[in-house]
């Protein structure tokens, strides 16, 4: 596609309940990243993929969060037992080459915990 | 780890003015600075970037500075517009992650 595609854009989920963030990346983009953002704050990263391969999961918060790309392409960001503090705006991007050189954003998904 | 300091979080100016906000990062090994600008319910949006090996780019109304030894840079809007009125966010790339600025909301009065 023309751009980074995040599905769905709001999410209102109950504390507790698990939910899936879907990111479709600029076809043929090797590199994807997941950022989390909260209200007013700059994004804070979460993971990078390379191809199907995360090499970096450092920024995740807890295990609750888990991230995968199965075929090198779309990937899913899985949240579980959601709590209030995971309220944000989940970001994906992508870029053509390895590293962080020329990303393109997602307009992301808004996730709010009630 | 990397740490990103920008200032100011506010900036308000008229119309054709200039308008410039700077960053600081910790980590000297960081070695390129993407600048983002992003409007109400949308992502980021790349405007501008610079490597290490450069002090200064431009591209029409925007330039971003860097000096290596100092661990600052700074973005120039010259002759601002309404629709420049935005977020804007600085950035360092440290081992294939970018972290981020607080961000700066830019208002331009017309």
């Known amino acids: 596609g023309a751009g980074v595609s995040q599905s769905p854009r709001y999410k209102v989920a109950k504390r507790g309940q698990d939910v899936a963030l879907r990111c479709d990346p600029i076809s043929g983009h090797v590199s994807l990243f997941w950022y989390q953002q909260a209200l007013g704050q700059g994004p804070e990263f979460l993971t990078y993929f390379q191809n199907e391969a995360q090499l970096d999961k450092s920024g995740l918060p807890s295990d609750r969060f888990f991230a995968e790309r199965p075929e090198g392409s779309v990937s899913t960001l899985k949240i579980q037992r959601t709590q209030q503090e995971d309220s944000a705006v989940y970001l994906c991007a992508s870029s053509l080459a390895a590293g962080t050189y020329g990303y393109t954003f997602g307009s992301g998904t808004r996730l709010t915990v009630v | 780890g990397e740490n990103v300091e920008q200032h100011p979080s506010t900036l308000s100016v008229q119309e054709g003015d200039s308008a410039v906000i700077k960053c600081t990062y910790s980590d000297s090994a960081s070695n390129y600075f993407p600048w983002y600008k992003q409007e109400l319910g949308k992502g980021p949006q790349l405007i501008i970037d610079?490597?290490?090996?450069?002090g200064e780019k431009k591209d029409q109304r925007i330039a971003v500075t860097l000096n290596k030894t100092a661990k600052h840079f700074s973005l120039h809007i010259t002759e601002t517009q309404p629709e420049d009125s935005a977020v804007y966010f600085c950035?360092?790339?440290?081992?294939?992650?970018?972290?981020f600025g607080t961000g700066t909301r830019l208002q331009v009065f017309p």
């Open positions: 610079i490597r290490s090996n450069v």
């Open positions: 950035a360092a790339d440290n081992t294939d992650k970018l972290i």
